[in-house]
Every structure is written in structure tokens, then in C-alpha cells.
């Protein structure tokens, strides 16, 4: 059983940086296709960011070019960096980890943009 805890959420400026974490444990974490989805009130979950075992990164449209992605398996951990942040990255940001048929969540971590 695979436990996800983020952290690093905030309210933050329109045009500032946050940093999100993901502490994974329970699990081969190298082996796992780590992502972040958000999801804002009254909308679907959406894809963020993937990064696979390999560190191949796939990022949304609305995202690439302003977020990054890593994975740091010594210490079991996955990164988002936001630059740029806009009104519109307002979401519960939630850190996913995959490995075949098996698919685990963390609880989320509310970021805010907002002047």
C-alpha cells in the first residue's frame, strides 16, 4: 500500500513560484509513474504533469513552459515547480502514483492565486 502526502500549497500572487512535494511511501517508488492533477470548483480533475520511472516528463498545455516536474527516488519524493503562476492555477493539486493495474492518491493541497 503506497501513501502520498503533499505539501507546499499556498496562496501566492498572480506571476509568483510555489513549490509542491509529494512524499511517497509504502512502495518501490522508482518503479511508479508519478503525476499531479488539480482540480478547481466546479470542474473535472485534470492531468497536470506525468513523470514516468524513466523520467520522461509530459506536461498539460496550460502548464508547459511555467511548470516542472521532477522525482527525486532517494528520497521517495516528487516535485512541481509553478513560476508564473495565474488566477486560473487555483486548484486542490493532487499527487498520483501508478504501476500497472495499482493506482494511488494523495489527500491534496490547496493552492490559491490571488492579489
Known amino acids: 500500500q503506497v501513501q502520498l502526502v503533499e505539501s507546499g500549497g499556498g496562496l501566492v500572487q498572480p506571476g509568483g513560484s510555489l513549490r509542491l512535494s509529494c512524499a511517497a511511501s509504502?512502495?518501490?517508488?522508482?518503479?511508479?509513474?508519478m503525476a499531479w492533477y488539480r482540480q478547481a470548483p466546479g470542474k473535472q480533475r485534470e492531468l497536470v504533469a506525468t513523470?514516468?520511472?524513466?523520467?520522461?516528463?509530459i506536461y498539460a498545455d496550460s502548464v508547459r513552459g511555467r511548470f516542472t516536474a521532477s522525482r527525486d527516488n532517494a528520497k521517495n519524493t516528487v516535485y512541481l515547480q509553478m513560476s508564473t503562476l495565474k488566477p486560473e492555477d487555483t486548484a486542490v493539486y493532487y499527487c498520483?502514483?501508478?504501476?500497472?493495474?495499482?493506482?494511488?492518491w494523495g489527500q491534496g493541497t490547496q493552492v490559491t492565486v490571488s492579489s
Open positions: 513523470i514516468t520511472s524513466d523520467g520522461t516528463k
Open positions: 498520483y502514483a501508478g504501476q500497472s493495474i495499482r493506482a494511488y
Open positions: 509504502g512502495g518501490i517508488f522508482s518503479g511508479y509513474v
